[in-house]
């Protein structure tokens, strides 16, 4: 089955609402044509500028969150619910990124309430898993990507496996200029693809797009991308850039 090759940019924290807005626009004439599926997570103190511009734009990108909390509302300082960031406009939302589970101590569980919250506000999650350096020089690669979703999909049924994307993202990868090579993204993409099928049955493992993260630039996109099982890139760096993001959107054709 053909899947729709999905890129995200990850804004993490960059970006001014203004400067926000400026890389919006060059962004949509950049990306009027473009075949791949796109989706751009800023700040959330920017998210609501950014729906507008798209609005405006009436832009087919889709505007994701970086994060999210597992409860609706309640006394959380500092957090933004799901509900919220529908309320806000976004379409989907990633979580489990390796910068929430390193510095923020976020956990496989939960992840895993936090991919529940978001499916029921009918938000589209990237789920991020990957290992670390040590673990892969150790060996442990699959033994730490399988954990990570074998827990953050737990409980979930097939047609809620369906509607996730999952990110491949080395962590020794992730801004480090030092991507997986396409042999090293292939292997661990096959091995989701099995998992997912274990999990979700045959159509969730033909139909959930598998992105690749981790140092994605211009010049190694199409490489990476045109793997069987690499359905996309979550970008991070290079998602600032509104050419070098074109770019890698362009190498997803
Ligand atoms: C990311 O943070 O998801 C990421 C992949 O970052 P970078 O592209 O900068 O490595």
Redesign the pocket.
Do not use: Q, R
């Given at each position: 089955m053909a899947r729709r090759k999905f890129v995200c940019g990850?804004w993490?924290m960059h970006k001014t609402g203004q400067e926000a807005l400026q890389l919006v626009k060059d962004l949509v004439q950049r990306l009027s044509g473009a075949s791949a599926q796109v989706g751009i997570a800023p700040p959330f103190t920017a998210v609501a500028q950014v729906k507008w511009a798209l609005s405006q734009a009436r832009s087919p990108l889709q505007l994701f969150g970086q994060n999210c909390h597992h409860e609706k509302q309640g006394a959380f300082t500092g957090e933004v619910s799901a509900l919220m960031l529908k309320d806000a406009g976004c379409d989907g939302v990633i979580l489990g990124?390796?910068?929430r589970r390193q510095l923020f101590g976020e956990t496989d569980e939960g992840v895993a309430r936090k991919v529940k919250a978001a499916l029921a506000e009918g938000l589209h999650p990237i789920v991020?898993v990957g290992e670390t350096l040590q673990e892969r020089e150790a060996g442990r690669t699959w033994e730490v990507v399988s954990r990570q979703m074998r827990a953050g999909l737990a409980g979930l049924d097939t047609g809620a496996v369906q509607k996730l994307t999952i990110?491949y993202?080395p962590v020794w990868?992730?801004?480090?200029g030092r991507n997986a090579t396409a042999a090293q993204a292939q292997e661990v993409h096959g091995q989701i693809r099995g998992l997912l099928r274990e999990l979700g049955g045959a159509a969730a493992a033909d139909a959930v797009r598998i992105q690749y993260?981790?140092?994605?630039k211009p010049d190694n996109a199409a490489e990476l991308l045109g793997q069987p099982d690499v359905d996309g890139a979550?970008?991070?760096?290079?998602?600032l850039k509104a050419e070098d993001f074109a770019k890698i959107v362009e190498a997803a054709r």
């Open positions: 990850n993490k990124h390796s910068e991020c990110a993202e990868a992730i801004g480090t993260g981790g140092s994605v979550l970008v991070g760096g290079a998602s």
